[in-house]
């Protein structure tokens, strides 16, 4: 098998958290894997409501851009809102797969009903949307938040716990077989909860490394005869002149 | 009543398609609103592709910010892929209505089932997508295209034509009580189809505003107590540092 | 815009809950519109199971038919159970508007989800096959009962406090954005518990007038070329021989 | 096991076509069962249209009410548009089924999917309703109009060889396993049309008396504590006030 | 009416469950029909995981193939997982029916909703697939698990109270109008609950036995156009070899 | 990265097919990865039939059985029909997927719609069961069957094309991004088809190896709290006595 380089985007910009991202990333990669974790120059510090999702566009984008240019196999959106997932799978050669996305495909292998904690409970709409989208609408038996705000899972020591805690109250009460960690800055936390809580616990970074190793493996990508061709080229305006495409 | 301020905000940064939408919404607004149709500073010249629809957004929720300074009563999103609807709503203190949102739920009391006919085929996907979001999965039986690009729709003297010979269609083989025009520049086409198709049809542009207008006259706005409060505030990096909210 | 002639049905033979009605539809209308509220010469004195639902119907299509002599440009069916309503679009000329189906469809553009507050628990099955039947059974997150009968709404002091009560426990327990008056007799309710609550309140009267007027203004109203055509000619047999169409 | 008393009632009322349904239910009555094939006293010729079946109800309630009194034992309501079931079963002691319920419940038993071959197509609508409503949308793959009026099945001699035509057509083109008749008036073309086309062809008057014998040999009836509970006595105004309930 | 032969399989190996099931089927099967209960040769005691349920199928088959030699004219399939369902129908000349099936669909007749109470919470799952198989999934209001194993049933003095007192607690919560006994071994508690708990109570056996006959006197059987075809001849190896079709 | 054991089995009896698969299997494994392909000593040679299919598990579970005996870390089960994959995951400590749903899942990140193109017309109801199961009735766009019985896979010399030209009908006429190959005996078309019709085709031996060894790389096996736990032990009779769980 030859040689993988593999672009893991964390959309926010705060560079401790692609840190985590990347170690998460390289931890689960194959041997031949090269993992690239970057971090736009543009963005939101933290994703945490619809604007800052529609924001971190752009900068993930760019990122996307600069893959292709760097020659990269392949790329993993880190952020559970799965943002711009569509608009990257167009710009790529190769396959694009989000956390989100990935997470809720892998627990579904894993038995009938899997739980996503995740921080903030303005999100779980997001998480709602997805599950609908990826058809694990039947399959995502609850989404629970534990409040603790995105850039505090590295800070707040009590972080850990909490999920934890909500981990542990998930499986009891939804009757779930499996849980998914709903933001890419718990990927560090996965062992840990398994652990503690008895059942399998999916971070979404791990899996969609892996997904994207296994499409590259298998030589598949993006189907681009229909929807997902390369964007049509047109004029681009004002500070978004350099997203144009010739 | 007293007089409504209504902003409908074109995605993308043609001029001339902006100035089509807001002919087309001061066509049907009341006499005590006032229209204000913006253009974007920054963006694509026509929204073709998932790149194009995520590249729209940041211009357009600068709008709504624009807007918001100025007073504006409500918000029409006039692209057919209803971008940054979520973002928009976090963002106003008054409604914001898509026109494929609004124009869906229009054609929804107009009988049993509805056709889309827009541009590009590769825009269908989306359409799907909003359908299923906005519970018209049912009642939505065919989302065709014309394979006109956008910006055509204003050069190309055969447009209209080849338009209504599809919504003709789509009456025909989907057995559809309704025509929903798919794209904000189909505004000026909706009463010759109608017409010659015989059916009722539905262009997005008009239902939103109307709906817009009706929203802010009773009262209604976006509820603001979970998902769609103010987005917590936070730092935003380089060409997007003006985003951010305080 | 041209004077609208508009027919709001209270499908129900209690005389002071069509004035409730009236004046709430009066109260939303547009300066050009005219509200006609009607109470049917036949029928139940309120409709809280299957059994009045149906037999209201005979008397609200009278009302139909004698609207279409009088030249109504539109109807709203007053009645959280939308009884009769496709046989209505059949019947009229211009666009008919359950306030179930208007109070569903305009709390879908104010967030996620909402929740119905109506008044006895046995209606509760109507409203599910109403919300399931609109594609609103995913926004639809909840529907509670008072256990007030429809005609103690009017008389029975506690009545406001009650329901304001269930609201505030939708909006805790059920996770929605905006409540829907599930009567209406409620319609006078809808300031008040808003702003008890906090929330947007939708009351189907109201959103339904400001959604037939819009039709009327934008020239939709039903398709006729299918199943919503005018229904065939044939005999009437016995007590209902009048409603024999020629 | 006990006489059974099973009323059948036709909701239109056009005797001859009471004959030819009071027929084919005695055709496959059990032994102990009295079939009581009634006609109302008002309403419709036929049934074709929302306008049809909702002015069909009063009458079909009236022989529900009859039949109450006479001591029935169950009721079928032999129109495919299952008209005021839900009110039915509120008013019978007994268990109440309609005939397009049954038919799909029973082709269900027979194969993953079956087609319905009706009259006119703008009856298709209400048929889809009906599928949804009961839980056969996927299994039910398709449904189709042979454009003959209810009453001309009587009269046409073309009518059989038709609707055997569009029965082969569905099998072909549909995939289906089974076929489903689509009005009562076709309760004789079973037998030749299912020996003609080559698969099991279901008509609803016969399942429907067949279930509705089950259901009172298992001692089976509509729960009545919540939904179905009797109506809420209730003053009833003008031509029905006949319908009141005491 | 002709004689029927009605073969009821009680997929397990459990002669004395076999009997109950037997008493229950005779209990409410027409004159004319002589109820064959038969047990496999092959197989678990009781089921109640998926591995029971996969290596019930062998020894289920076996049974139909002999109810075939001995002219059986229909099947019921007595284990709430309606093992083998599938295959069944392609052995069968005659209809075969489950006793989750009829159950789900018997109860969908009684109202809006019903309550699945069963024996182990593992089985849940199963039953979940099988509601949503049959397009009882809305109807389904919930499925709850006394935590008593199977062949406890028959031997367990209070098994008769807790399962009594779960379709007490199901009809409360759930908000049912039916309840329906989840395994065979409760066919002789359906009168005790049902009086007990004032709602109609549906035991599959029963229900299964009564659809089978009135599917026989219908002349109707598993459609053989397609999927339910005889299976291709093909050669079988081992220790299945006698299932080997020629 | 450990050494990983991984167990393809066949869940026929033809061990030509078993070869093909293994080869299928190791060619896309990683290079700790050591393929066991096994052929089960019962069972049908083919599975083309429900009934084939239900005879397969207990020669499935066999083998499953054996694994667990050798240490193996996972398992596939390489029949497009899935057969009994929950039994396997009761039984194997390690994850199990069957080759249907890793395809459909894989071809799920490729684009918005992919076609299964299969053998005979008759295993066609199986795959859409399955794509509901998998939450892919959405993305699932057709399922079309070629009639080549799986056997002439290997046999007949215009099997490659026929499948290939099935493929290109499927990309057109179902707009679909991506074909998936709906039987394990199609693994060696793969590479052909995919540069025939110039879209991304999924073999679902391959996607099922790679998404075992991800989910081993990762520390992910079933849930093993609730319904996936072992099967309780009790008594097995007869030929499928060695079955016995002790």
Chains 1, 2, 3, 4, 5, 6 share one sequence.
């Not at 710009?91 to 809720?104: F, K, N, Q, T, Y």
């Amino acid at each position: 098998m030859d040689d993988v380089l593999l672009t893991v985007i964390n959309p926010n910009t705060t560079e401790s958290m692609t840190a985590t991202i990347g170690k998460a990333a390289a931890a689960v990669a194959s041997p031949g894997t090269t993992v690239r974790a970057v971090t736009p120059a543009m963005g939101p510090a933290s994703i945490e409501s619809h604007y800052d999702e529609a924001l971190s566009v752009p900068g993930m984008l760019a990122e996307i851009a600069a893959g292709e240019r760097a020659g990269s196999d392949g790329y993993v959106i880190a952020c559970f809102g799965d943002p711009g997932l569509d608009a990257a799978r167009e710009l790529a050669r190769g396959p694009v797969v989000g956390i989100a996305e990935a997470a809720m495909r892998t627990a579904s292998y894993l038995g009938r009903g899997f739980s996503v904690v995740t921080t903030l409970g303005r999100t779980i709409g997001r998480a709602q949307d997805l599950a609908e989208h990826y058809g694990a609408a039947r399959a995502c038996r609850g989404i629970r938040a534990c409040e603790i705000p995105v850039l505090e899972l590295e800070t707040d020591p009590a972080a850990r716990d909490r999920i934890t805690e909500e981990c542990r109250r998930a499986v009891a009460e939804d009757g779930s077989d499996a849980v998914v960690l709903g933001c890419a800055g718990m990927a560090d936390l996965c062992a840990h909860i398994s652990a503690a809580v008895g059942v399998p616990v999916v971070d979404g970074v791990a899996a969609a490394v892996r997904t994207v190793e296994s499409l590259v493996a298998l030589g598949l990508r993006t189907g681009d005869r229909g929807e997902f061709a390369t964007p049509p080229a047109k004029a681009y305006t004002g500070m978004l002149s350099e997203f144009q495409i010739r």
